[in-house]
């Protein structure tokens, strides 16, 4: 139920003394009284449409809340209506924010939603958006398209960019911004690209963004779906908000599409803000869903990485297979190895395999697969792959489908909570079928 100051719930409790309780800990909980739900011990699903006011001066003082009038951060002291708040989306977003020690976290009806409503809350006319690239295909939509119509520029570098790099395009960006008469109204990274998995080095970004811009800074927003929240906390490295697609590890099951914001105060009341009366909130039933995968992210996220170790070694040494591209193989020395020691502490279980030959190598590999399935999408319990040539990137124009890595004998995969063993021989037997 909804943490007030008078109605704190006894299992809002972070702490036993000195002793911080893990978010694994704290998942089972965290922001639900049991007292107010007669005695249930899980939160019910909150099936309404709106929740009624115990008088007319009550309804008046939440509505201040909503519309931002009372402290601006459109957070009502009080339920509502379920377009701007609830009782399962409230608590799902108290537990996420847990996991990356954030002030807060917003709930959407999926990973677009959260990131075009960021957007929508961020840039104005003319302004200018500062990228990693790549992106995710329908993030880029959002920025180079859908925005573009409101004369919304951008600013994009490569994933792996130095500081050096950095610098100069924050300069562009900031010259863009004056010409344009707007400013650079955020600065949007992905880390790991998909699917070439070069990492972004946030600390750099947040260096750079120090370096250029005085007054109120842009907000440094991250997609952190891919390792996050559990081998990567970009929060700490100087993000401001991190985004997810909660359709992948933290639901974790495929059997849900949603996605979050999770960070600072400030940026996140703006976007509370747009999100009221636009719409785009979790709905109750998904977000009890997403609390029950909370329950066991860590145990899912440990599992499924400690299988995609096993399954790189083995694919790595096979005489069909040209190359891994998995995070675990950084080469020593290397900026993308110094910059994966700093930020993050696991190496996910989503991966690039490349087989000897192209298309016909990749398709027979594909169709041989017995557990894994042949499906877009990552992050759930069961091992998917997929050849993003062929498929979620089919579009992509053949020049840029080369810059970044996208060829015919490429199959995304990500690892699932199987036992390593059957999904080495299941890789094992695909691969003699090439
Ligand atoms: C899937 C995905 C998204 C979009 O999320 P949806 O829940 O499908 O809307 C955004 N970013 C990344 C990295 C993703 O993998």
Redesign the pocket.
């Known amino acids: 139920m909804r943490v007030t100051e008078s109605r704190r719930p006894k299992d809002a409790e972070t702490h036993i003394g000195n002793h911080k309780l893990d978010p694994s800990t704290l998942m089972m909980g965290h922001g639900f009284d049991p007292s107010l739900s007669e005695g249930s011990l899980k939160p019910p699903i909150f099936l309404t449409s709106t929740f009624v006011f115990q008088n007319a001066a009550e309804g008046k003082r939440f509505f201040e809340g909503i519309t931002g009038r009372s402290d601006g951060s459109g957070k009502a002291a009080g339920l509502v209506y379920s377009r701007f708040n609830g009782p399962n989306q409230e608590i799902l977003e108290d537990r996420l924010a847990i996991w990356e020690d954030a002030e807060a976290a917003l709930s959407f009806s999926?990973?677009?939603t959260a990131?075009s409503t960021l957007v929508l809350a961020l840039a104005g006319q003319n302004d200018v958006i500062v990228h990693s690239g790549p992106l995710?295909a329908?993030?880029e939509s959002v920025i180079d398209k859908i925005m573009a119509r409101f004369g919304v520029g951008y600013v994009d570098f490569p994933a792996g960019a130095s500081r050096e790099e950095l610098d100069s395009v924050m300069a562009k960006a900031k010259s863009m911004a004056a010409e344009k008469g707007g400013k650079v109204a955020m600065i949007y990274l992905?880390s790991p690209a998909?699917p070439t998995n070069a990492l972004v080095d946030v600390e750099a970004v947040h260096a750079a963004r120090a370096a250029a811009f005085d007054g109120e800074l842009p907000p440094i927003a991250i997609?952190n779906?891919?390792l996050g929240p559990l081998w990567a906390k970009p929060l700490a490295q100087g993000a401001d908000v991190s985004v997810y697609?909660l359709?992948?590890y933290v639901g974790g099951h495929s059997d849900l599409?949603?996605?979050a914001l999770v960070g600072s105060k400030a940026v996140l009341n703006k976007v509370r803000l747009i999100r009221n009366p636009m719409g785009g909130i979790c709905d109750p039933n998904t977000a009890w869903m997403l609390m029950r995968s909370l329950e066991t992210l860590e145990l899912r996220m440990s599992r499924a990485g400690e299988n995609a170790e096993k399954v790189c070694a083995f694919l790595r040494d096979h005489p069909k297979v040209e190359k891994v591209g998995y995070l675990g193989f950084l080469e020593q020395g290397s900026r993308q190895k110094d910059i994966f020691d700093r930020h993050c502490s696991g190496a996910g279980s989503t991966f690039s395999l490349y087989l000897k030959g192209g298309e016909a190598e990749a398709f027979r590999f594909l169709d041989a697969l017995r557990i894994a399935k042949l499906a877009v999408s990552?992050g759930g319990t069961e091992t998917l792959a997929s050849a993003p040539a062929a498929m979620t990137h089919l579009s992509v124009p053949d020049e840029r489908k080369a810059a970044l890595g996208i060829s015919d004998n490429l199959v995304r995969i990500s690892i699932g909570v199987e036992k390593a063993e059957d999904l080495i021989a299941d890789f094992a037997n695909a691969l003699d079928a090439v």
Request: avoid cysteine; aromatic fraction near 10%.
């Open positions: 999926s990973g677009m990131i995710y329908a993030t992905e998909n997609d779906t891919f697609s359709t992948k599409v949603a996605g990552l």
